[in-house]
């Protein structure tokens, strides 16, 4: 290894604490990660990785980090392109599946891959139709998180059947007329040649259960693996996760047992928290230092999982910082009004829009909310809407801007790009309007931003390479506007500002977790949610719904927080 490249791999380490440079240093074996809220662990990894390749201890083509969402994967992807490791394939379970079933149908069954189905909705009522049933939208959707849940189980329809009975059925339908849905669903897609997304990752496997060639042909590709959010494995994807190591033991997980949010989906931490028994001599590092939140953010956080299973004692970087607070409100749509008030307060003392979020159980919570902001004339972006780069007026930008980028040379960026953008829309000013005017100018002024902050030298052409490799790995960026967002859908994301709302009994737990392990689901949720903020975290919650005379009670997690934590609860 020549002197240089040597310097190279030790720049890589620089700036990680001393946890985070044994993560990265450690390049050989099983490893498990066990990483808090906002301890850098994407960091962590990201920079294994690099310097793995930097050392000589990877080639970039045999290793395949594994996440658990487009987002997370093209974040991913960005930032090992950055750190010099662009070739890496780091992609989801699912779509590494689908370029694997892609690639060896072909070969062992002939023929293309079958087509992959965008919904189970329409087949599902296809066939709960011809069986005499008539479901409704939502139990039609219930059913569809159903299925997911028996094939990312692993289970057979048989098996299913064992499990029913402990379980709520959607739509309080019948055992028998569950398992005669999901048994005309499976007919219904074998006599069309198509599969739903659980069947990518189980096609997958039989593939490579069945067929030696196609199983020795992946391992000799791959010999590295990385998973990252590994609480969030399905006994499917470990299953196949099992089929791509073989023998080989290069794999890094990286979890957080107090983040498991998506058991309704199959996830369990069972396979992290287990690590060290299927590998005894495997490595586990435990990053416990978060640099996102203030001390008095993180105190709440720890008392929130306190001696819960798997959960870690984080300790704040940052010390000093405002006191969490809670407020009660007489009802929802006057927690509204005060949430948009209290915003409209931050904005006004310098806060930025994007580095505040509300986040809440279930959508229909969105809609007080964004009335109440766009009241104050406050821009609202509802995070798990329409994808950014799905946007037309962003597909028609970028088309622009790619089309340009090939005759102009030698402007400085920030005016190429804006000239660019003025031809479709963009202006230096923003319309003084909500809604549709609104938006569009948001979206393409996040291109200006983006271009605005591309480093000192960038060129046009650069600028635009690297846009269409965001594109493609969905790696969106942040717009000027407030951020809506489900809790489910804001895991991963952090703010300056984070405005908790809802947090009663009945919506913080929600109504339908009835036994234990729901409302330890629950409990994660809300910590993933206080923990997405990294200076000021607000919680209120309503005494009564719009409309509604039956009075609530607050939510049993804010009373177990400690109110000597919190300050009062106070009822403007």
């Not at 069309?192 to 259960?209: P, S």
């Not at 339908?512 to 990294?534: F, P």
Request: proline content about 4%; aromatic content about 6%.
């Amino acid at each position: 290894m020549s002197k240089n490249s040597v310097s190279s791999a030790e720049e890589l380490l620089a700036g990680l604490d001393n946890d985070q440079r044994v993560v990265a240093e450690e390049l050989r074996g099983p490893v498990c990660v066990l990483a808090g809220a906002g301890t850098g662990k994407t960091r962590a990894i990201t920079h294994r990785i690099a310097y793995g390749i930097a050392t000589g201890t990877y080639s970039p083509d045999r290793v395949l980090a594994l996440t658990f969402t487009n987002r997370a994967a093209g974040e991913m992807r960005t930032r090992l392109r950055q750190l010099g490791a662009g070739p890496v394939q780091a992609q989801t379970f699912h779509a590494a599946a689908l370029r694997q079933l892609g690639h060896f149908w072909p070969k062992f069954v002939g023929g293309e891959a079958p087509q992959v189905f965008e919904s189970k909705s329409r087949p599902l009522a296809e066939v709960a139709t011809k069986l005499g049933l008539k479901l409704d939208t939502a139990t039609l959707r219930d059913l569809a998180s159903e299925v997911e849940w028996r094939k990312t189980s692993n289970l057979s329809l048989s098996s299913y059947e064992k499990k029913a009975y402990s379980r709520a059925m959607p739509g309080n339908l019948a055992i028998a007329d569950v398992l005669a849905v999901m048994s005309g669903y499976e007919d219904l897609k074998d006599s069309r040649g198509q599969i739903d997304m659980e069947d990518v990752l189980l096609l997958t496997a039989g593939l490579l259960e069945t067929e030696a060639a196609a199983a020795m042909e992946v391992r000799e590709r791959y010999r590295f693996f990385v998973v990252d959010e590994y609480q969030d494995v399905s006994p499917l994807q470990h299953h196949l996760l099992d089929l791509w190591l073989g023998d080989h033991r290069d794999l890094c997980v990286v979890g957080d047992a107090s983040q498991t949010i998506y058991s309704f989906t199959g996830a369990t931490s069972d396979y992290l928290l287990s690590f060290g028994t299927r590998f005894p001599d495997a490595q586990v590092v435990k990053l416990e230092t978060n640099y996102r939140s203030t001390a008095p953010i993180v105190s709440v956080a720890n008392a929130l999982m306190r001696d819960r299973p798997g959960a870690l004692t984080l300790t704040a970087a940052q010390q000093g910082g405002s006191t969490p607070t809670v407020t009660a409100y007489p009802n929802d749509a006057a927690e509204a009004r005060a949430v948009a008030n209290k915003i409209a307060s931050e904005i006004a003392a310098g806060a930025q829009p994007e580095n505040i979020a509300v986040l809440y159980r279930i959508n229909v919570q969105a809609v007080a909310l964004e009335q109440a902001l766009s009241d104050l004339g406050i821009s609202t972006t509802i995070h798990g809407a329409q994808r950014f780069y799905d946007l037309p007026e962003v597909k028609q930008a970028i088309l622009a801007l790619r089309g340009a980028s090939v005759s102009v040379v030698g402007e400085p960026l920030f005016k190429s790009v804006s000239d660019v953008l003025r031809s479709v829309g963009w202006s230096q000013e923003a319309p003084q309007t909500t809604g549709a005017a609104r938006s569009k100018w948001e979206a393409l002024n996040a291109l200006m931003v983006m271009a605005d902050e591309a480093p000192t030298g960038t060129t046009f052409r650069a600028f635009t390479d690297e846009l269409l490799a965001r594109q493609a790995a969905k790696h969106e960026p942040t717009l000027h506007a407030v951020t809506l967002a489900s809790v489910h859908s804001a895991k991963g994301l952090e703010w300056d500002s984070v405005h908790v709302i809802g947090l009663s009994e009945g919506l913080f737990p929600i109504s339908y977790a009835q036994n234990l392990e729901a409302i330890a689901e629950e409990r994660r949720l809300l910590y993933v949610a206080m923990t997405r903020a990294r200076k000021q975290l607000s919680l209120s919650w309503a005494q009564q719904g719009t409309g509604r005379a039956t009075n609530r009670e607050r939510s049993r997690f804010v009373a177990e927080l400690g109110m000597h934590n919190l300050g009062a609860v106070n009822t403007p």
